[in-house]
């Protein structure tokens, strides 16, 4: 138990379809991130939470990409159109405010077909 | 804009061998830097955090440590082992509300 469950593990859509991925933080925390990773990369910076608030997006968050975090609890990061470049690990880390370690999920791996 | 690299983006060595990993940053304004290992299709596992006032960290046979001014971390690994083969990444808190930068990571084996 990593104290952040991701779902679905790993999805494959076709392209143009929408999904949606959801981010269960089990610890205490005080941010949550979303990250996405393709194959051979580190991590990219997508959007994070504090509480309720989204407080910061990347340029790579287009607009077919939403990010919510409804009472501050899970979120979801939903992909509309999703087209092949979208293919990627997308990873939920959340942050605790008694320090400044992240800890990650297992990750959602999307393979768009 | 802060960059990360990593080097080597591999290493293959046998077991118990001792080995090095580097990464530098390009921005010495650091807040904290973290190092993580990666299995192939997980999560990352935080290993080590180094803050910036500090200039090491260890954690059983893992020692990282930091020199800001110069932009570089190590991470050493005492008498490695097979288990220890993951994907090794590096990540700097740039400080305030910005978030973690990542490098592409090394990629180690270890041989028995």
């Known amino acids: 138990d990593t104290g952040v469950s991701q779902d679905p593990r790993h999805k494959i859509t076709k392209r143009g379809q929408n999904v949606t991925f959801r981010c269960d933080p089990i610890?205490?925390?005080?941010?949550l991130y979303w990250y996405r990773q393709t194959l051979g990369q580190g991590p990219e910076f997508l959007t994070y939470?504090?509480?309720?608030?989204?407080?910061?997006k990347s340029r790579l968050l287009s607009d077919r990409f939403s990010a919510e975090r409804p009472k501050g609890s899970f979120s979801t990061l939903e992909i509309q159109r999703t087209e092949q470049g979208d293919s990627a690990m997308y990873l939920c880390?959340?942050?605790?405010?008694?320090?400044?370690?992240?800890?990650f999920g297992a990750g959602s791996r999307l393979t768009v077909l | 804009k802060q960059e990360v690299t990593q080097i080597p983006a591999a290493l293959s060595v046998p077991e118990g061998e001792n080995l090095v990993l580097n990464c530098s940053f390009t921005?010495?304004?650091?807040?904290?830097l973290q190092w993580f290992r990666q299995d192939p299709g997980k999560g990352l596992t935080s290993l080590l955090l180094?803050?910036?006032?500090?200039r090491e960290q260890t954690s059983g046979r893992l020692n990282a440590s930091l020199d800001k001014s110069s932009g570089r971390s190590t991470l050493y690994i005492a008498a490695s082992q097979p288990g220890d083969s993951a994907t090794y990444l590096c990540?700097?808190?740039?400080?305030?509300?910005?978030?973690?930068?990542f490098g592409k990571g090394t990629r180690l084996s270890v041989i028995a």
């Open positions: 880390a959340i942050q605790g405010s008694w320090a400044n370690v992240l800890t």
């Open positions: 610890s205490e925390h005080n941010r």
């Open positions: 939470f504090q509480n309720e608030a989204q407080l910061e």
């Open positions: 921005d010495s304004a650091i807040y904290n």
């Open positions: 180094i803050q910036s006032s500090q």
């Open positions: 990540a700097v808190h740039p400080g305030g509300n910005t978030p973690l930068v």
